[in-house]
């Protein structure tokens, strides 16, 4: 390697991993997260030691002195006492240590050697990083590339996660509001439908920010001879849940602030709709014929009405009867026939949109668990063969799930329907190909198992320090050095660290070729909007001054009313 040697090594660091360089650095080459390399002996052969710049530290400063009135320059000061300052500024630089890549084991191997004092450092190449930071290269299948190393000029050297490693062991999408969150997902999604991925994918989307990704349909970057991907959204109104597809523990969330005895006979109830109507084949339960089995299991007596017409339920199961109607009955999510099927939902090259936004936030949480716990068991059917081709639950192949808003699907501080369903699948989940993508605004909101389960890491900007202690707690993978950068971080810049890639990197994302979704609204552009087209200008223009109002005073001259 024919690299530029940019400093000495001083010494040992502050850790068995880390070493200190001296080094001039007037070009300002060597940042915070830059890679370096020094040369060592290992098993008989030179091998280059890559490591990471973690900090650095400026050894040789003017005087204070040089720098008391701020309108002369220090050097002229400097000059003129003789000084040397020609020298120049001479920093002292942290470095830990990643080790040398093995191409066998596909990770880095630390040699545990430390570099020798008096060791040239040099400025890791282009080329030499390109190689060793991704385990996937750009545009390979089984690759997702989502930008390039900050450290570097843009494009210089591209980072691609490997698929295969968080659709296995799953992926967390952490940033504050405005860092970019929502369109690096939307970098994530372009890389999955196109032609060298072709995944199937499933997106929970609260605010409805990805229905841009339709464009893909129509752009050529994202289609061959033999693949198109396609794109289906289902808007809230085309969102059908089958009522019998509800466990009792989703019943029971929806119906909030039940007493002892109406848990009781909702579960008898329960039991009773799956033992007498769902027997046999592909048999279903209506609405009224889960009410029907509360009046059934019901221990009250039912009274004839005063005009002795009719039958009345006891308060018990009255109250029962009214809050599922009303909870089920006026819904127009839940359904006593129709439901999504998972052959509509999921298919290898089809990225589906379940837009959740004006559906209330319990009904969001039942909807996501009843449909990742469908998936979940068809996979696992699947693969036990009890299903085959033809069964409305025979899924053949892996999926991924992605989530906005994960902190409202497995909050920290409630217990939510779809936590458990969540927990499941992030510990089980490989094993059947089913995996799950997060994506919050607010860490320290989300549940910390759920967090810790996610083995791959994109982390933006974040400024809450229950945030950041949130993830230094539940996410291993990054190094503490690189926690302290979150704070610092630019939109469009992250940090990627877990099972994708060989080490963490920071990167900034690359452009989406498709059209974003969640831009924030400008409010000074639609008020002057509202004033310069249409109705707007037209009552501007036309609106009588308004009237001054007639106002009373008391003797004192204070004003009483208007």
């Not at 048999?283 to 039912?302: F, I, M, N, S």
């Not at 068809?378 to 892996?398: E, H, L, N, Q, W």
């Amino acid at each position: 390697m024919n690299d530029e040697c940019i400093g000495t090594v001083k010494g040992p660091g502050e850790t068995p991993n880390e070493f200190t360089l001296v080094a001039p650095d007037p070009d300002r080459r060597v940042k915070f997260g830059e890679f370096v390399y020094y040369h060592t002996a290992v098993d008989g052969e030179e091998r280059p030691i890559l490591g990471r710049v973690t900090k650095r530290q400026s050894i040789r400063l003017l005087p204070d002195s040089f720098l008391a009135d701020p309108s002369v320059p220090p050097h002229e000061v400097a000059a003129l006492l003789g000084y040397e300052s020609d020298a120049g500024e001479l920093f002292e630089i942290t470095v830990t240590v990643l080790g040398y890549h093995s191409a066998e084991m596909g990770d880095f191997i630390n040699p545990r050697v430390p570099p020798a004092g008096g060791a040239p450092v040099y400025i890791a190449s282009d080329e030499l990083l390109t190689k060793v930071l991704s385990k996937a290269d750009k545009a390979s299948p089984g690759s997702a590339h989502l930008g390039s190393l900050l450290s570097r000029p843009a494009d210089a050297v591209p980072v691609a996660l490997d698929v295969r490693a968080f659709t296995s062991t799953h992926m967390a999408i952490i940033a504050s509001t405005g860092s970019g969150k929502s369109y690096l997902a939307g970098v994530l999604l372009e890389e999955l439908l196109m032609p060298y991925n072709r995944a199937s994918v499933l997106i929970i989307d609260p605010h409805g920010e990805y229905g841009t990704l339709q464009k893909m349909q129509d752009l050529k970057q994202f289609s061959t001879d033999d693949y198109k991907p396609v794109v289906r959204i289902f808007h809230p109104d085309s969102i059908r849940v089958r009522i019998d597809s509800l466990t009792l523990g989703d019943l029971r969330y929806l119906l909030p602030n039940l007493s002892e005895k109406m848990h009781y006979q909702l579960t008898r109830a329960y039991n009773y709709a799956h033992r007498t109507f769902r027997s046999g084949g592909d048999a279903k339960y209506t609405l009224e014929q889960l009410l029907l089995a509360v009046r059934e299991t019901a221990e009250g007596r039912r009274e004839l009405s005063e005009d002795g017409t009719s039958f009345e339920d006891d308060p018990t199961t009255g109250a029962l009867i009214w809050r599922l109607n009303g909870t089920l009955g006026g819904s127009r999510i839940f359904n006593d026939f129709e439901n999504l099927e998972l052959g509509e939902l999921f298919r290898p090259g089809q990225c589906t949109v379940i837009q959740l936004n004006e559906v209330d936030q319990r009904e969001q949480q039942v909807i996501a668990a009843t449909l990742l716990r469908r998936v979940y068991q068809a996979r696992v059917d699947t693969a036990k063969m009890k299903v085959g081709p033809g069964d409305k639950t025979y899924v053949p192949f892996p999926v991924f799930c992605l989530m906005e808003e994960a902190h409202n699907f497995a909050p920290a501080s409630a217990d939510a329907v779809s936590t458990d369903v969540l927990k499941q699948i992030l510990s089980e989940g490989r094993k059947f190909g089913v995996s799950v993508g997060l994506i919050s605004q607010r860490p320290g909101k989300l549940d910390s198992d759920v967090l810790s389960q996610c083995m791959t890491q994109c982390i933006m900007r974040i400024t809450n320090p229950i945030d950041q202690n949130r993830i230094a707690e539940s996410v291993e993978s990054v190094g503490r050095d690189m926690l302290y950068e979150l704070p610092s971080l630019s939109k469009g810049q992250v940090i990627v660290s877990g099972a994708s890639v060989n080490t963490p990197v920071m990167l900034r994302v690359r452009r989406r070729i498709t059209p974003h979704g969640g831009e924030s609204i400008d409010a000074p552009a639609e008020w002057m909007k509202w004033f310069t087209q249409g109705r707007g200008a037209a009552q501007a223009r036309d609106a009588a001054p308004l009237a001054e109002p007639e106002l009373n005073y008391e003797d004192d001259g204070n004003v009483l009313w208007a």
